[in-house]
């Protein structure tokens, strides 16, 4: 292994760690705050029971940020809801959601009462921007009861998009032409909410691959350029031509959040290929 090779991976290596704790310090507090709002609730429903529903939909304590309480019964009746859900009240939602939503709730059901609070993970319509997105919810179940909080997960880890591009990279080694198909046709799990893979042609310096945007396929890579005009492609390319490894910082678009965000990029080669995946920073 070359000195640049060993750098390239131990750089690497840093700012995975670097990411992780990052997104660990993110979520750590998006889930205490979770938590603490779900724990008002059960106070409140302690003291008020059926009749705190009206606070729980109305915009005011129970609604911070992007978190919100919700309740719904043991039959899968919405009671109430500080966030889009509150379409639903009075309603049976229990055959209309989708089946992660179903799932949860079914899983939901099978908790006694006493168990403390619980958690699920589903997609849900995040009400800032109307993306679906996915969603971490705490719950506790009280009587015929469910009281429910939860909070947005729109980004990516710094782990989980190495763990992507390592997978890509070797699939792509193993069968290219079909991985390149996978990645084309958005199937195969190469595409994971705001993290995808990007595949460029070293011989042609062309993509032949993208997670979410066919037009660039054949479009040179080397003319790419970030939204404020600055080269991306470039850089890339005459990095991955000292080494094999490498990471890159460029801002790009976020296809879940729809916003322009910081990204940072982790690069492999696969024989003639590059191969890449970046997380958005918070």
């Keep these: 292994m070359g000195v640049l090779h060993k750098l390239a991976l131990l750089g690497a290596m840093v ?34 029971g059926d009749k705190a529903f009206a606070a729980f939909s109305r915009q005011g304590e129970f609604v911070d940020k ?18 889009p859900s509150s379409a639903l009240i009075g309603r049976d939602v229990s055959d209309v959601l989708g089946p992660d939503v179903q ?16 958690q699920a993970e589903y997609r849900w319509q995040n009400w800032s921007d109307g993306k679906i997105e996915r969603k971490r919810v705490f719950y506790q179940r009280v009587g015929q009861r469910i009281l429910a909080v939860g909070y947005y997960l729109p980004r990516a ?5 190495m763990a992507l591009l390592n997978r890509a990279a070797t699939d792509l080694a193993k069968d290219e032409k079909g991985t390149l198909k996978a990645i084309n046709s958005l199937k195969g799990g190469y595409l994971q909410d705001d993290l995808y893979v990007f595949v460029v042609d070293l011989d042609t310096r ?11 396929i054949n479009a040179d890579f080397g003319q790419i350029k970030d939204p404020e005009g600055k080269p991306v492609g470039e850089p890339m390319l005459a990095l991955m031509a000292k080494q094999d490894y490498g990471d890159y910082d460029y801002r790009w ?6 916003r322009v965000e910081d990204k940072h990029a982790y690069l492999k080669k696969v024989g003639h290929l590059l191969v890449a995946v970046g997380y958005y920073s918070p």
């Design 15 to 48: 700012l995975l760690c670097l990411g992780q704790v990052q997104a660990a310090g993110t979520e750590k507090d998006d889930r205490q705050a979770a938590i603490a709002l779900l724990e008002k609730a059960l106070a409140y429903y302690h003291d008020n």
């Design 157 to 161: 880890s710094a782990e989980q998009a």
């Design 206 to 216: 062309r993509y032949i691959a993208h997670g979410t945007n066919l037009r660039l």
């Design 253 to 258: 678009k976020n296809p879940v959040t729809g």
């Design 66 to 83: 992007d978190r919100y309480v919700f309740v719904v019964d043991t039959k899968g009746v919405m009671l109430a809801s500080g966030g």
């Design 103 to 118: 799932k949860a709730f079914k899983d939901a059901l099978k908790v006694p009462e006493g168990n403390g609070i619980q």
